[in-house]
């Protein structure tokens, strides 16, 4: 069984940082892509940051510049740095990874349980 626990949400005033976390867990054989998406009440859920095995990050244009996706490897991690926040910010935030199971025959997507983030003064 494999699964996404995701932590580091919570209230912030505009302009400030947040540090999200996902780690990977369970009967794992490789894990693939990773990333953050985020959904807004009565918005549908959107990406927002993605990032392949080998580095290549990619953002939503509305987080370029002020989020910053990272990977380990080999802990099964995957890290969003949030600055700048703004209150159109605020949302659930999941993680998402494709990963390969041990015994397993193909790639299939999970997703964290989500955590709020909210960014109001």
């Known amino acids: 069984q494999v699964q996404l626990v995701e932590s580091g949400g919570g209230l912030v005033q505009p302009g400030g940082s947040l540090r999200l976390s996902c780690a990977a867990s369970?009967?794992?054989?490789?894990?693939?892509?990773m990333g953050w998406y985020r959904q807004a009440p009565g918005k549908q859920r959107e990406t927002v940051a993605t990032?392949?095995?080998?580095?290549?990050?990619n953002y939503a244009d509305s987080v370029k510049g002020r989020f910053t996706i990272q990977r380990d490897i080999g802990k099964n991690t995957v890290v969003l740095q949030l600055s700048s926040l703004k209150p159109e910010d605020t949302a659930v935030y999941y993680c998402?990874?494709?990963?390969?199971?041990?015994?397993?025959?193909?790639?299939?997507?999970?997703w964290g349980q989500g955590t709020q983030v909210t960014v109001s003064s």
């Open positions: 998402n990874a494709e990963i390969f199971s041990l015994g397993g025959h193909e790639w299939i997507d999970y």
């Open positions: 369970g009967s794992i054989f490789s894990v693939g892509y």
């Open positions: 990032i392949s095995r080998s580095g290549n990050a």
